[in-house]
């Protein structure tokens, strides 16, 4: 059973920081995407970014560029999202989600839709 257990969200200042982490379970992720977005409310769902657990190329959404940083631990099997100098408009459910690799590094790898399994969704709040 593939599980995505996400864990480090909560509450923070405005220009503080947090770490996220996406513990990936039930089946090898080399061949995968591992992203990460968020949800605020009334929003649909958009990419922060993903990774490719196999090579670590990154790709981020044009307006999550500069202030978080996606990465993969492969001895602790751990993707991170480093989120620093947040904002009160980051407040949303992030969510870990990993998409298999079909053949091509296109664009389809920033839509939800490409992601075949989710976490459950770790808040983060953002007081001004």
């Known amino acids: 059973q593939v599980q995505l257990v996400e864990s480090g969200g909560g509450l923070v200042q405005a220009g503080g920081s947090l770490r996220l982490s996406c513990a990936p379970s039930g089946r090898t992720f080399s061949k995968y995407a591992m992203g990460w977005f968020r949800q605020a409310p009334g929003k649909e769902r958009e990419l922060v970014a993903h990774?490719?657990?196999?090579?670590?190329?990154?790709h981020y959404a044009d307006s999550m560029k500069g202030r978080f940083t996606i990465s993969r631990d492969n001895a602790r099997n751990t993707v991170y999202l480093q989120m620093n100098s947040l904002k009160p408009e980051d407040t949303a459910v992030y969510y870990c989600a990993a998409a298999q690799y079909s053949g091509n590094y296109g664009d389809k790898y920033n839509s939800p839709q490409a992601y075949d399994y989710w976490g459950q969704g770790t808040q983060v709040t953002v007081s001004s």
């Open positions: 990774i490719w657990w196999s090579t670590g190329i990154t």
